[in-house]
């Protein structure tokens, strides 16, 4: 069985930085699918409490109509912020939400907040039907989030696993994948490149199945988790200040992730 290819919004980064200037969801929805898309994660860069609950069944009934499968992503510590979104959610017939733990500020996350907010979006999450996949990013080590998550049941919280996000922890994937990937529900798949000195490095991004991470690794485990996983594209596209051409180049990454991971989704078949 094939498994369906997607993208998160974060591979139209620069079309939507501008909310002046971005298309409509319903433009960005052709515009994923006309891409060689079958699943599109629609997160917060994209706006999409700005539309309300009939809006996301009538867009989710068009999205099935080109052949595409909308899934749904925010950002927030807010149980209410976290409510309007489990709404949109169940417009779309959806069971999960993709979660970033952020907040403004410097202080790093305990794991007493963690669990305090979770403790509150609980009995709504099991009210309506829908588990929390809590995404590894940046400054929260994935050891620290498998802590926090274990007192919850695994049908309301799991994890979406991001390939690259942990490394500004000096966690590369596979360590990321032995903590979280018992409760994976679904993976963000992006690719890295490093450069450096005896000095020091820096890590930018490249079309996925183009940079460092390993990609037939990084598929047998995923694989390992699910026979039918739920993937998700991201790029990490440098910005050079000129939004068409960053538009642009935004583009051409995500031909190139899909042509390369359907390459390499072949090649476990074959």
Excluded at 162 to 172: H, I, M
Excluded at 219 to 246: H, K, M, Q
């Amino acid at each position: 069985m094939s498994v369906p290819i997607g993208a998160t919004s974060y591979v139209f980064r620069y079309l939507l930085s501008e909310p002046s200037s971005s298309p409509r969801l319903s433009g960005l929805v052709r515009m994923a699918r006309a891409a060689g898309l079958e699943r599109f994660q629609i997160c917060e860069n994209a706006r999409p409490l700005d539309l309300d609950c009939s809006g996301w069944a009538d867009l989710n009934e068009h999205a099935k109509e080109l052949g595409l499968h909308l899934t749904l992503g925010c950002m927030t510590l807010d149980p209410e912020v976290v409510a309007a979104y489990l709404d949109r959610v169940q417009a779309i017939d959806g069971n999960s939400l993709r979660i970033v733990l952020e907040r403004e500020g410097p202080a790093f996350l305990t794991q007493s907040q963690i669990r305090s907010f979770l403790d509150s979006v609980a009995p709504l999450l099991e009210s309506k039907g829908i588990r929390l996949a809590i995404e590894n990013h940046f400054e929260i080590p994935a050891k620290l989030l498998a802590e926090s998550v274990e007192p919850y049941p695994r049908e309301l919280v799991g994890f979406c696993i991001d390939a690259a996000n942990s490394l500004r922890n000096f966690e590369d994937w596979k360590r990321v994948f032995d903590l979280l990937g018992h409760r994976a529900i679904a993976f963000h798949l992006k690719d890295f490149q490093l450069s450096g000195t005896n000095v020091g490095f820096t890590v930018s991004g490249a079309p996925f199945g183009d940079g460092r991470i390993g990609t037939s690794e990084l598929l047998e485990r995923v694989f390992d988790i699910s026979s039918e996983p739920e993937i998700y594209l991201e790029t990490w596209t440098p910005c050079t200040g000129n939004r068409e051409a960053d538009i642009e180049a935004d583009s051409n990454w995500l031909r190139l992730s899909i042509e390369n991971l359907k390459r390499a989704l072949v090649g476990r078949e074959a």
